[in-house]
Every structure is written in C-alpha cells, then in structure tokens.
C-alpha cells in the first residue's frame, strides 16, 4: 500500500478494506507514511462506493486505527463524526518558531495553540488577513523543523477573512513530516481549527485556493464536544 500511495503522489491514498465490526475498514497512506485518520480521504472513499452501490444506507460505519467513525451521506455530501479534540498546553516561546514561517507578531490576531486529535498534533494559528496567507513562503526545511521542534504533525494558518463572502474562514494547511508541504484540503485540521476557535456553531472552511485545488470543508457541531466535518464529492 506505501508504495502505490508513493505511485499515485496524492496527499493521502485511501485503500477499503473488509471489516467484521462496521461496513468498511479504511487505511490512508502518504507518499511516506500511513496516518490515523484522514477526513478527505475517507469522503472520497465513500463516495465512489455510493457511486457504485456498495451500500445504500444513509448512515454507514467505517472502521480505522484509531476508533470507528459514523458517516452520514446527505445529497451530494458526506460528514464524519469526531470526537476527542482538545487543546493541550505548552510552553514553548511561540516567537522563536515565528521567524520560520515567516510571521511577525504584528501579523497574529492570538496566541497560536496545539490542538491534539488521537494522536495527532496540530499548531493552529490564525493570522489577520488573506494577504498574510497568501505572502507566506512555505519551505520543506523550515516547516520540518518546525513540526519537530513542537512535536506535532501538521500546522494550520487561517484567518476570517474569505474570498466568498458565505465561507467564514480561509486556511492553509502543511504537513512536511509526512512527504508533502501543503495540503489541497484537510478536514482534520478545519476541525482543530474550529475547536480553537469555540464558536459552537456551524463553520465553512475555504481552502486550496493558492494551490489551485480549491474547496470548502464545513464543520457542524454537536453534542458532548463531537463535531460533524465534511463536504460535497464528485466522481471523475
């Protein structure tokens, strides 16, 4: 499986798989490494599925490394529930990291933050406009050192300042550990995004759009913490 997701060079490879305890077992792979959870990936997944009328029913189970997911297909759209976001605390100078992205402090609306999901880690940080985003100078080296120097694995950069006026937030999203630099589209980080945020109400991410990848993830709240992330597919 590494080595086709090192042939196909997508962000992540999706492989369905038999499962005895939910309808599928899903496994994603990087160019480099399989990770714990991937939202796009597992939307993409199941849509072709529904394409090909693997299952009929509006809510399915889907079984991977770290926990079950429920998923919800609604028209043209797919939700995965998550539970179990929370920001975790460190005391790390956030001003040493700031040179390497390159931000400067007058760029920050708030204090950047680690948001843990499973056993993923992601520094959140939300700056003041589109133009902060779209001067950023993303570099492999940079960035690595980064994620290692913090121990996480992928680091988000929003702001609330949208190119649609019906979205509520624009991000970019990097995760050099794992054998690329940024990501088209991630889930897992809007959802650490809007757990930083704490707004309890329904979010849309738009994304992609300085990669030429553009989409719009959206984030739906729910009860005890868990949140519904997701968004529309196509079949190519």
């Given at each position: 499986?590494?080595?086709?997701?090192?042939?196909?060079?997508?962000?992540?490879?999706?492989?369905?798989?038999?499962?005895?305890?939910?309808?599928?077992?899903?496994?994603?792979?990087?160019?480099?490494?399989?990770?714990?959870?991937?939202?796009?990936?597992?939307?993409?997944?199941?849509?072709?599925?529904?394409?090909?009328?693997?299952?009929?029913?509006?809510?399915?189970?889907?079984?991977?490394?770290?926990?079950?997911?429920?998923?919800?297909?609604?028209?043209?759209?797919?939700?995965?529930?998550?539970?179990?976001?929370?920001p975790i605390s460190n005391e790390l100078n956030f001003l040493e990291i700031l040179p390497?992205?390159?931000?400067?402090?007058?760029?920050?609306?708030?204090?950047?933050?680690?948001?843990?999901?499973?056993?993923?880690?992601?520094?959140?940080?939300?700056?003041?406009?589109?133009?902060?985003?779209?001067?950023?100078?993303?570099?492999?080296?940079?960035?690595?050192?980064?994620?290692?120097?913090?121990?996480?694995?992928?680091?988000?950069?929003?702001?609330?300042?949208?190119?649609?006026?019906?979205?509520?937030?624009?991000?970019?999203?990097?995760?050099?550990?794992?054998?690329?630099?940024?990501?088209?589209?991630?889930?897992?980080?809007?959802?650490?995004?809007?757990?930083?945020?704490?707004?309890?109400?329904?979010?849309?991410?738009?994304?992609?759009?300085?990669?030429?990848?553009?989409?719009?993830?959206?984030?739906?709240?729910?009860?005890?913490?868990?949140?519904?992330?997701?968004?529309?597919?196509?079949?190519?």
């Amino acid at each position: 499986m590494l080595n086709i997701a090192k042939e196909v060079g997508a962000s992540e490879t999706a492989f369905i798989l038999p499962s005895k305890h939910a309808y599928f077992r899903i496994r994603w792979f990087t160019p480099n490494v399989e990770v714990g959870l991937c939202i796009h990936a597992t939307i993409a997944a199941l849509g072709v599925l529904r394409s090909q009328n693997f299952f009929k029913s509006d809510t399915v189970t889907v079984e991977t490394k770290n926990t079950q997911l429920l998923c919800k297909i609604d028209k043209n759209n797919i939700f995965v529930k998550i539970s179990g976001y929370y920001p975790i605390s460190n005391e790390l100078n956030f001003l040493e990291i700031l040179p390497l992205l390159p931000i400067n402090n007058n760029q920050l609306i708030s204090i950047p933050k680690i948001i843990k999901i499973f056993d993923d880690y992601e520094l959140v940080i939300e700056v003041k406009s589109l133009d902060d985003l779209q001067n950023l100078k993303p570099g492999q080296k940079e960035y690595s050192q980064i994620c290692s120097m913090l121990n996480i694995t992928g680091i988000s950069i929003f702001t609330r300042e949208t190119f649609d006026e019906s979205n509520h937030i624009h991000t970019r999203e990097f995760a050099p550990l794992y054998g690329y630099l940024e990501v088209p589209l991630c889930g897992m980080a809007a959802g650490a995004i809007a757990t930083y945020i704490n707004e309890k109400k329904t979010l849309r991410f738009e994304q992609g759009h300085f990669c030429d990848t553009k989409g719009v993830i959206i984030v739906e709240p729910d009860v005890n913490d868990t949140i519904w992330i997701g968004g529309s597919y196509g079949i190519m």
